[in-house]
């Protein structure tokens, strides 16, 4: 069984389902659990802020954004009765996805626990998929939990 699951959060409700399911897992496992949250800067850079206003407001409330997710994310694990540690990255060149996967690989996770939209079609290609990014590189297997209950399609 999974006894070491990386779960990559980002505060969302799809992040909170997929954490969710991770507990549970964790739960019959008596495994632990490692939350990881990869700030992508790059996501948030609209050209209009100077390099120094960017640099001394803009990251910090990042970082800060990220640690308060990081530290729900614990106090859920600690509820659920699992024990949890965390990381936060701020990848400079590389993509989220292959944070994702070499935290899997560096603290030997058995699997990688990650929320879905679920969404298929246009809206995939137009809004891109971390979930499907993270399940093409990841050196272990993936549980993908979408948010939307089946037989419903997300937008």
């Known amino acids: 069984m999974y006894q070491r699951i990386l779960v990559p959060i980002d505060g969302s409700e799809t992040s909170t389902r997929g954490l969710d399911e991770a507990l549970r897992l964790a739960q019959l496992s008596h495994g632990q659990v490692r939350l990881v949250h990869a700030i992508d800067e790059l996501k948030y850079v ?25 530290q729900a994310g614990r106090e859920r694990a600690a509820r659920a009765g699992v024990e949890a540690d965390a990381r936060l990255f701020m990848p400079v060149a590389d993509r989220v996805c292959d944070v994702v996967a070499e935290q899997a690989r560096s603290w030997k996770a058995d699997l990688i626990v990650i ?20 399940l093409r ?19």
């Open 46 to 70: 609209n050209g209009f802020e100077t390099f120094a206003a960017y640099n001394s407001d803009v990251i910090p409330l990042m970082r800060e954004s990220g640690a308060r997710i990081l």
């Open 115 to 134: 929320g879905t939209h679920g969404r298929h079609g246009v809206a995939r290609v137009l809004l891109g998929s971390d979930a499907e990014q993270i």
């Open 137 to 155: 590189v990841a050196p272990v297997p993936v549980l993908l939990v979408r948010t939307q209950p089946p037989g419903q399609d997300a937008p």
